[in-house]
């Protein structure tokens, strides 16, 4: 059965992840190539100058990228579900059904793990000819709400996709939005550091928000 499963969704993120790679790729690549150019037209001092004096965290274009993957990850995979009336289907399998939906939001973690991990080594290794490896880890350290980000939300875009009923849709959606402002609200360098713990707890408590909502869709609540 969870062979079935993880097939099920590969076949529901297919074309999604070549795509997801080549955004990904393609934003990353100029991210570095404009930290390279200010390298090469400027030199080292200016590239220290700007992350040590201007708190300057240099992939700053790179920001809002792994909450838009998360966004339409879970849209990919959870949206169809609902729309075609597979969830019910689904969640009649001879299956737990809290370990039917984490296996299924396993998959698109999985998937999300491979493309921000791949990501952050590729800036470790491009900035690591350039900076010190103390800058780097600050950089890196600086991206990794937004990171989280990319997880929360595709956590509660799966939340708010499988919940039967819009009035609690909202409610979820308020939820979700407040959440993303809070990740997203200072951007000096490592301003969540002592938050990452919490910003932790609250990721595996999303974990169980869809469990949730597919039991009041199997339940059949409705507005």
């Known amino acids: 059965m969870r062979k079935a499963i993880i097939y099920k969704e590969w076949i529901k993120v297919r074309l999604f992840t070549p795509l997801a790679v080549s955004v990904l790729a393609g934003f990353t690549a100029y991210a570095l190539l404009r930290i390279g150019r ?16 201007r708190n300057a965290v ?19 995979q959870f949206v169809p579900e609902m729309q ?65 980000a990319g997880v929360l939300l595709y956590l509660f875009t799966a939340w708010i996709a499988v919940e039967p009923t819009w009035r609690r849709r909202l409610f979820d959606a308020l939820v979700a939005a407040g959440v993303m402002r809070l990740l997203f609200m200072s951007d000096y360098p490592r301003t969540y550091d002592t938050l990452l713990p919490w910003i932790a707890l609250l990721a595996a408590c999303a974990l169980f928000f869809p469990i949730y909502s597919a039991d009041r869709f199997r339940r059949g609540c409705q507005d």
């Open 84 to 148: 075609q009336n597979r969830l019910k289907l689904t969640l009649h399998l001879p299956f737990l059904q809290s370990r039917m939906l984490l296996w299924m939001l396993g998959c698109g973690l999985a998937l999300l793990a491979v493309l921000f991990i791949a990501q952050a080594a590729a800036i470790w290794i491009c900035l690591r000819w350039l900076l010190a490896p103390e800058l780097v880890a600050r950089i890196l350290m600086t991206a990794l709400p937004w990171y989280a």
């Open 58 to 76: 240099l992939i700053d274009n790179l920001k809002y990228l792994p909450a838009l993957l998360g966004l339409l990850l879970g849209l990919v």
């Open 38 to 53: 200010m390298y090469a037209f400027n030199g080292a001092g200016s590239v220290w100058l700007a992350v040590l004096d």
